[in-house]
């Protein structure tokens, strides 16, 4: 099944309420797939997978089962709110939304609550099948509202991950030469755990940054070595190795010749 093939089987109510007593002290089990849209004040919600607070201006996205408990954090609270229920088959938590979410589209998704609010209000023939219509229209609204913020925010996170793998590295080649430049000093420059980093080379160059330090500096070795103007032992120093025997070492592995056969 598809993630956005869900089937509206009715819609339970829909209206709006401005109340200074709202509460929910105890874990609660929804009986029904609902949404709500906050227009005033702010509501702490607690989930099985942790706290939120919600202000005006936010989704909330509950399915059916969902177990949640709250407390207001304002005198007064206002919201819009949508029960209805969905087909086994295809049931609203196949949207994937997230139970708070702060919609891009903020206009658009309170017309639309308005719009299927007065709907609701309305005891004509037809009301039924537009009201439906009406909910398919926002839930179609606030997934590809969610779909593009979810690609934005991805977007950005690459960006900011370029950013800093850029900032590593041209550190790293204005400090290469220093022998004591490795996984740890970088992950002190950069506030960066080891597992961190570790990510952050791995996602960009698929190796190590130990690795990435070893190969900068054994490039840079082969070249002062074919220029011929300075022993071994200086450059290895040049190139950060504090051991020529490690310098010889590590030469040999990696391009199949000693550092004096190679110049």
Not at 20 to 31: G, H, I, L, S, Y
């Amino acid at each position: 099944m598809e993630a956005y093939n869900i089937t509206v089987r009715q819609v339970l109510a829909a209206h709006h309420i401005t109340t200074k007593n709202w509460q929910r002290p105890t874990a609660f089990a929804r009986p029904c797939d609902g949404l709500v849209l906050l227009t005033a004040g702010s509501i702490c919600y607690h989930f099985k997978t942790g706290s939120q607070t919600a202000v005006a201006g936010d989704v909330l996205c509950f399915p059916k089962g969902l177990v949640y408990s709250g407390e207001k954090q304002t005198p007064t609270n206002a919201f819009y709110v949508v029960d209805f229920t969905t087909a086994k088959d295809a049931p609203f938590y196949q949207l994937q939304l997230p139970p708070v979410y702060r919609p891009r589209s903020g206009a658009e998704i309170l017309s639309r609550f308005k719009s299927l609010t007065a709907l609701w209000q309305k005891n004509a023939p037809y009301a039924k099948l537009t009201q439906k219509a009406e909910l398919y229209s926002l839930l179609s609204a606030l997934a590809a509202d969610y779909a593009q913020n979810q690609q934005e925010t991805k977007t950005g996170r690459e960006a900011k991950n370029n950013r800093l793998f850029q900032a590593v590295t041209a550190y790293i080649h204005q400090n290469f030469a220093n022998p004591n430049l490795n996984a740890a000093s970088l992950g002190r420059q950069f506030y960066l755990s080891d597992s961190s980093l570790r990510r952050l080379f791995y996602e960009n160059c698929n190796c190590s940054p130990l690795q990435y330090i070893l190969q900068l500096r054994i490039q840079t070795a082969e070249t002062l070595l074919r220029e011929g103007e300075l022993p071994v032992f200086e450059v290895a120093q040049r190139c950060g190795f504090s051991s020529c025997s490690y310098f010889n070492r590590l030469f040999k592995k990696t391009t199949g010749q000693t550092p004096a056969h190679y110049q």
